[in-house]
Nanobody
Framework: QVQLVESGGGLAQPGGSLRLSCAAS????????MAWYRQAPGKQRESVAT???????TYADSVKGRFTISRDNAKNTVYLQMNSLKPEDTAVYSC???????????WGQGTQVTVSS
């Protein structure tokens, strides 16, 4: 069974940066897509950024120009570089990896990101 393990969360000041990583413990059959989601207290989970198997990326309007998603297929890892952080970015961030052929759909346990002075 594949497990996704996130790291890199924590406390950052407004305007600061954090880099999240999500590594898969086992083999991921291709093609697959990778994404980051977040859920703030009292709010629904939302998609933050996605990187598709071919490398195409999409972002939520609220993070465009500030966040960058990337993937390392050799390491089965997806990253989220978060710059110019705002207090409203505070949330639990979770990664997701799913098969483009519908064969699997894995989620990480989540990592807390808090942006506060």
């Amino acid at each position: 069974q594949v497990q996704l393990v996130e790291s890199g969360g924590g406390l950052a000041q407004p305007g600061g940066s954090l880099r999240l990583s999500c590594a898969a413990s086992g083999s991921l059959f291709s093609p697959n897509h990778m994404a980051w989601y977040r859920q703030a207290p009292g709010k629904q989970r939302e998609s933050v950024a996605t990187v598709f198997s071919g490398g195409f990326t999409t972002y939520a309007d609220s993070v465009k120009g500030r966040f960058t998603i990337s993937r390392d297929n050799a390491k089965n890892t997806v990253y989220l570089q978060m710059n110019s952080l705002k207090p409203e970015d505070t949330a639990v961030y979770s990664c997701r990896v799913w098969s483009a052929l519908g064969r699997y759909d894995y989620w990480g346990q989540g990592t807390q990101v808090t942006v506060s002075s």
